[in-house]
């Protein structure tokens, strides 16, 4: 049995060292034992290199995200799965500057880390997983991950719980007759969830019958980042997402639903 | 992304009828198709490749007891998202009790060509976008950007109730999916996309969606623009790794009133109807079929 009584989950870094100090203070704050990264640590942001060294200082459980696989194995893009062409371009910019600027051992690093991780919590057998068990770069979104696909997944991979990122919005369903049981996006801490606040997500699981999932909004020094993302010649769209809180790139990847609430 | 078949190699090997044709590994249900009005339809376009139209009864309507079967046999392999196609689905009278039994249980894509969508429609419609916990999407066929390109294609006077029906979708907050096969090559280049963009735009749309569809060469479409040629077939080996879950035959199932079928594209094909229960087909498939060619050459899946 495991003596876990609360731990902390986030995914998609994109290179927001800022924010990722942010959450590790807070999750540390909140009292969490243990601290999982469900991957994608590049992309978007500014200085890749700086991120890789606080999660492995910090003792963070990251596992590898499709951003981590391609920067890793050094590939020419980022098998994010986006189907339109301004979507893929401003993906092409963020994965051409993050390849040019991690170190090799950070990029053997990436490559090393682990596909997912399986754990007991709560009695409880939780799966973490980046896209989605089957899948490392499938979106699940909340309007479009009905109950019955998730108990399909659950019974397919053996699970309970299962955590996953990769869309970058959080949201959660429990089955309605097993409310201890069911899927769990922890969204990302990288950029904001296209609500219209420049704070980040992230996953606060505490121990109890049903596991209790709290998602927490953290702050951080985001007008350093946009400065430090001018600095470096990042996209005016990026830099307009992160102190807006709406996206303005992968739009076109959003279900008809989250799509209705975005600004454009 | 189109790929393109190798052409010398093509011409250097034995012909397709003589080969094996590839098996698609089924990777699980995650979309169910709906046939909801089988083949009748209120127009009848010249390049539908079922020859749907008011007249055709080849696959009738489906009946409320077998959607709510296979409704109840999809929440237990656990569908991931639902399509409804036809014909034309809002000519079914219990379309409302299916759409909302549906999206009970997942998120639901409407294929229609609009002309049937008025105001309460649309507004039925909007209430039940705005209040499940699933997304709902309508797909609006739409062939060209004005009434001389588009009403050839698919009626005389189509093009502006096809338009007049999806500004009743956005008036009751759904932004539909245009859908525009491209019959006329130069729908779907660069220009026509920004052709389409602008006159969407004229109407208030001003984030438009569209999606391009390749005409498949079979139906009527094969009387209007010609069938598929001999090498037309694939063979084993032409699947690239992983293409199972590329294409949507992969992981998904057809369902009409007679039966299930691989794909929306081949109710018309006997050979192709897989059984008569959802369970007889969740199998891999042989892709010997002409039209398997195009989703495969232009990287083409009938999901939204």
Redesign the interface.
């Known amino acids: 049995m495991s003596d876990l009584e609360r731990i902390a989950v986030f995914g998609g870094v994109y290179n927001n060292h800022l924010s990722l100090q942010a959450v590790l203070a807070d999750a540390r704050q909140q009292g969490a034992q243990r601290i999982y990264c469900l991957g994608d640590v590049g992309g978007f942001g500014p200085h890749p290199d700086r991120s890789v060294p606080i999660l492995i200082e910090q003792d963070v459980l990251t596992m590898q995200g499709n951003y981590d696989d391609s920067i890793g194995n050094r590939l020419d893009d980022c098998q994010c799965g986006y189907t339109d062409p301004r979507d893929n371009h401003f993906a092409q910019i963020s994965y051409n500057y993050t390849l040019a600027h991690t170190s090799d051992p950070h990029k053997d690093w990436l490559r090393d880390l682990p596909a997912g991780f399986r754990l007991e919590f709560a009695g409880q057998r939780l799966l973490f997983a980046h896209g989605s068990p089957r899948r490392v770069n499938e979106f699940l979104w909340e309007s479009t991950t009905p109950e019955p696909f998730i108990r399909r997944l659950l019974r397919d991979f053996d699970a309970d719980l299962i955590a996953v990122t990769h869309t970058g919005i959080h949201w959660q369903r429990r089955l309605a007759d097993a409310p201890g049981r069911g899927l769990v996006n922890v969204g990302a801490i990288g950029r904001p969830a296209n609500d219209g606040r420049t704070d980040v997500w992230y996953a606060l699981l505490t121990a109890s019958d049903p596991i209790q999932v709290e998602f927490r909004p953290v702050a951080y020094d985001h007008p350093r980042l946009a400065a430090e993302m001018r600095e470096e010649g990042l996209p005016e769209e990026f830099v307009e997402t992160i102190l807006t809180g709406w996206w303005t790139t992968c739009l076109e990847i959003l279900p008809a639903r989250e799509r209705a609430r975005s600004r454009d | 992304m189109t790929r393109s078949l190798d052409l010398l190699e093509l011409a250097a090997r034995p012909a397709p009828g003589q080969q094996a044709p590839p098996t698609l590994p089924f990777v699980?249900l995650?979309t169910l198709w709906l046939q909801v009005t089988g083949t009748v339809c209120n127009i009848a376009c010249t390049h539908c490749f079922i020859t749907c139209g008011p007249k055709n009864l080849s696959h009738p309507f489906m009946e409320l007891a077998h959607v709510r079967a296979l409704l109840a046999d999809?929440?237990?392999?656990?569908?991931?998202?639902y399509y409804f196609t036809g014909g034309e689905p809002f000519l079914h009278p219990d379309i409302f009790t299916f759409i909302e039994e549906t999206l009970a249980?997942?998120?639901l894509n409407i294929l229609t060509n609009g002309i049937l969508i008025d105001d309460a429609v649309a507004a039925r419609l909007g209430a039940l976008?705005a209040a499940g916990?699933?997304?709902?999407?309508l797909r609006v066929s739409l062939d060209g950007t004005s009434p001389k390109e588009n009403d050839p294609i698919r009626g005389k006077g189509t093009f502006d109730k096809i338009l007049a029906g999806g500004e009743q979708l956005l008036k009751h907050?759904?932004?539909p999916v245009w859908t525009v096969t491209t019959v006329l090559a130069e729908s779907g280049d660069a220009e026509g996309f920004a052709r389409f963009k602008a006159i969407l735009a004229e109407r208030g749309f001003d984030?438009p969606?569209l999606k391009f569809i390749p005409p498949f060469k079979i139906g009527r479409e094969e009387r209007r623009g010609g069938g598929y040629g001999e090498h037309d077939l694939l063979v084993e080996g032409d699947l690239f790794e992983g293409e199972e879950?590329a294409l949507q035959c992969g992981s998904c199932r057809m369902v009409t009133a007679k039966g299930v079928y691989p794909c929306p594209i081949l109710i018309e094909v006997p050979a192709a109807r897989m059984g008569d229960q959802l369970a007889d087909a969740l199998i891999p498939i042989k892709l010997d079929h002409p039209a398997c060619t195009t989703c495969h050459v232009e990287g083409f899946s009938c999901r939204t």
């Open positions: 699980g995650d999809a929440r237990d392999l656990g569908v991931k998202e249980q997942g998120p976008f916990p699933y997304t709902l999407d907050g759904i932004n984030r969606r879950h």
